[in-house]
């Protein structure tokens, strides 16, 4: 069992940067990925970014070079950089963690096992 909980959501106008936090609890130690995705209402929730536990990244062709996602191992932190953010960026963010091993760091819901309760993020001048 892992429990994750997100913050660092909020207002912003376009252009600006949020870093959005992910603190990990519980079984950490299984945990060989860790992902942000998103979901705006009326949508599928989609992965914004993953990491793997070597430390390969992948993210989304609409979030790419402008948002970086890292992680303190230490501190079962997991973060998301965003930056030069658009009204399209507009969704609730959820953490999620993945305990499957698999190769490389997937950005599908369906592959993750834990999921924090969202932070919203809300792009609009």
């Known amino acids: 069992q892992v429990q994750l909980q997100e913050s660092g959501g909020g207002s912003v106008q376009p252009g600006g940067s949020l870093r959005l936090s992910c603190v990990a609890s519980?079984?950490?130690?299984?945990?060989?990925?860790m992902g942000w995705f998103r979901q705006s209402p009326g949508k599928e929730r989609e992965g914004v970014a993953a990491?793997?536990?070597?430390?390969?990244?992948r993210y989304a062709d609409s979030v790419k070079g402008r948002f970086t996602i890292s992680q303190d191992n230490a501190k079962n932190m997991v973060y998301l950089q965003m930056n030069s953010l658009k009204p399209e960026d507009t969704a609730m963010y959820y953490c999620?963690?993945?305990?499957?091993?698999?190769?490389?760091?997937?950005?599908?819901?369906?592959?993750?096992?834990?999921w924090g309760l969202g932070t919203q993020v809300t792009v609009s001048s």
């Open positions: 999620a963690a993945g305990v499957r091993g698999v190769v490389g760091p997937p950005l599908t819901k369906a592959m993750y096992d834990y």
């Open positions: 519980g079984n950490t130690y299984s945990s060989y990925y």
């Open positions: 990491m793997y536990s070597g430390g390969r990244t």
